[in-house]
C-alpha cells in the first residue's frame, strides 16, 4: 500500500514514553486513514491491547526498525540520533525535531535527501496558537511539580516562597498552574507583552514587563523601574524560564558573572531548555540527573521532555493535537496545508528554514557546507 504511515511506540530517546496516539482516541480517526497507519509492534502493550487488533483495524504492525523500511512517513515524537541511520531519500519525518540547533540531524537529512517537518513550528488559528499547546502546558506544569518534589519543597508546608515566571505562553501557564496546586501563590510573571495587552490573565498574579534594547534585555521591578535582569530575579526563591528564544538572536537574563549575586538558595526551572540561552550556564539535563548545582546556591533542572512524566495525558493531549493532519500526508496535500508548509524545516534535502543555516554557520548554497 502507498502512503504509509509509521507510528512508533518506543523512543531511542531515555525516558521518553510519550506516544502519537492514544488509543481511547483511535476511534476520531476516520476510516480512511486507519487503513494507512502501520504501527510497531507491541504498540498497545501498555493498555492492554495486543497486535492482533492493530491488525484487524489497521494497516497491521512491524518491528521497529522495519517500520523505518517500509513507511513513506515517520510519526516519531522524539528521534535520536541513531534513529538517523535509517533516513533515506523521499522518506518523511514528522515529531520534534529542533533542526536550527542540531546539526547531526540537520546533516543526516541533507546527506539522504530527507524531509522534516517539525511539530515545535506548527502554528494555527486566528491567534496564531501553537498546535501542540496543551503537551507544552504540561511541560511547564510537570517540569515544576518534578523539580519541586526532588527539592523538597512545597508551598502548603514550610516557609513561604516567591516564583517568578518568563514569558506566559503556554509552558508559563503549565507553570503557573503547577506552583498554585502546590501552594506557592506568590507570583511574578514576565511578559514580552505590556500588562494591558497579555490575554486571559490568571488572577492574582502580579504581571511585569520585559524590555529589549537590541540583545540586551531588562526587567520591570517592583517600583515600575527597568533595571538589569539579575537584580529583580534574585530577589526569588523559583525562576521558570518559559521564553521562547530566537536561536540566532538569543537573549540572557544572567550571565555567569552575576551569579554570585544570587546568595540564598534558589531554584532554576529552565523549561525553554535551549543551551547557552536565557542564562549562560544553561544547558540540558535529564532524569538521571535532573539538576546540577550552579554554585552553593543555585540548583538548575533542565529536562527537555517533562511531559513524558505524565506520558499518558500528554499522548492524549498530542492525539487530538496531530489526528486532523494525518490525512494530509495521505492524499499527498501536505504540502498545501500552510500550517504544515510553515513547519518544513527541511525538504528532500533542501533547507527551508533559513534559520538552520544561520545559526550552524553553514554555506547558503546546497549540499550547505559548514
Known amino acids: 500500500m502507498h502512503n504509509l504511515i509509521a507510528i512508533f511506540g518506543t523512543s531511542a530517546k531515555k525516558n521518553e514514553n510519550r506516544i502519537p496516539l492514544h488509543p481511547s482516541l483511535f476511534h476520531t480517526i476516520p476510516q480512511e486513514v ?15 491491547i495486543n497486535d492482533d487488533y492493530f491488525i484487524k483495524n489497521f494497516a497491521g504492525v512491524a518491528e521497529r526498525k522495519d517500520l523505518f523500511l517500509t513507511s513513506n512517513v515517520w510519526v516519531l515524537p522524539k528521534p535520536e540520533q541513531e534513529d538517523y541511520k535509517y533516513f533515506s531519500s523521499g522518506k518523511i519525518l514528522f515529531g520534534w525535531l529542533h533542526c536550527v540547533q542540531g546539526y547531526e540531524i540537520t546533516q ?30 504540561l511541560a511547564g506544569y510537570a517540569a515544576v511539580q518534578h523539580m519541586l518534589m526532588l527539592q523538597g519543597i512545597n508551598g502548603y508546608f514550610g516557609k513561604k516562597l516567591k516564583a517568578a515566571v518568563l514569558g ?32 486571559s490573565p490568571i488572577e492574582s498574579i502580579d504581571y511585569r514587563k520585559i524590555t529589549h534594547n537590541n540583545n540586551d534585555v531588562y526587567l520591570e521591578d517592583d517600583k515600575k523601574n527597568i533595571v538589569e535582569p539579575i537584580e529583580v530575579l534574585n530577589k526569588f526563591d523559583i525562576i521558570i524560564n518559559c521564553i521562547l528564544q530566537n536561536p540566532v538572536s538569543p537573549i540572557t537574563f544572567i550571565h555567569n558573572k552575576e551569579i554570585n549575586k544570587i546568595d540564598k538558595r534558589t531554584i532554576i526551572i529552565d523549561i525553554s531548555c535551549d543551551k547557552g ?66 513547519a518544513i524545516e ?9 534559520k538552520i543555516i544561520d545559526f550552524q554557520k553553514r554555506n547558503k548554497d546546497y549540499p550547505y557546507k559548514i
Open 34 to 48: 486507519k487503513k494507512h497507519l502501520i504501527f510497531e509492534k507491541g504498540y498497545g502493550r501498555r493498555f492492554n
Open 108 to 137: 543526516a537529512a541533507i546527506e539522504n535527501n530527507m524531509t522534516l517537518i517539525s511539530w515545535e513550528s506548527m502554528y494555527g488559528g486566528n491567534d496564531n496558537t501553537h498546535i501542540f499547546n496543551r503537551n507544552n502546558e
Open 168 to 199: 506566559f505562553g503556554a509552558t508559563g501557564r503549565g507553570s503557573i498552574n503547577s506552583l498554585k496546586s502546590l501552594g506557592i501563590n506568590d507570583i511574578t510573571v514576565f511578559s514580552n507583552r505590556p500588562t494591558f495587552l497579555i490575554k
Open 277 to 342: 540561552m536565557g542564562f549562560e550556564f544553561a544547558r540540558p539535563t535529564n532524569f538521571s540527573k535532573p539538576f546540577i548545582s550552579i554554585n552553593e546556591n543555585i540548583n538548575y533542572y533542565c529536562i527537555d521532555n517533562t511531559p513524558s512524566i505524565y506520558w499518558e495525558s500528554a499522548s492524549y493531549e498530542i492525539t487530538k493535537s496531530l489526528t486532523p493532519f494525518l490525512e494530509l500526508f495521505i492524499n499527498n496535500s501536505w504540502k498545501d496545508d500552510i500550517i504544515i508548509k510553515n
Open 346 to 354: 527541511i525538504e528532500n534535502g533542501i533547507i527551508k528554514n533559513k
